[in-house]
């Protein structure tokens, strides 16, 4: 193999990453139904997050001018970091501010 690529997640039909960003959407669905976000005071911060993370996975989904490996590589971040965002801001009572974003920067770097 003498040619370089990032294509290290692509997989025949659907890309793994598609698949692993789908699957963190339902987890965010799923947490947003079941956990009742809107009765908590972090969820005006996690509703947004939720649906961005959400949205995004759905129009990369449909379009499949999106379905690149960049896009991949961007959106399977972005998504990741948004479902840990999503379940650390739960943390907030027990943790704090200062304790809770330094353990969402770590996650996240």
Do not use: K
Request: proline share 4%; aromatic share 12%; hydrophobic share 60%.
């Amino acid at each position: 193999m003498t040619e370089s690529s990032i294509d290290i997640l692509r997989q025949s039909g659907y890309d793994l990453w598609l698949l692993v960003c789908v699957f963190a959407s339902l987890v965010l669905l799923v947490y947003a139904a079941f956990g009742r976000v809107w009765l908590r005071p972090s969820g005006i911060i996690v509703l947004p997050l939720i649906a961005a993370g959400v949205c995004g996975t759905a129009i990369i989904a449909i379009v499949p001018r999106f379905q690149t490996p960049f896009v991949g590589l961007f959106w399977t971040f972005i998504q990741l970091s948004i479902l840990s965002a999503t379940f650390y801001l739960n943390l907030h009572s027990q943790l704090g501010t200062l304790r809770m974003s330094i353990l969402l920067a770590m996650r996240v770097v």
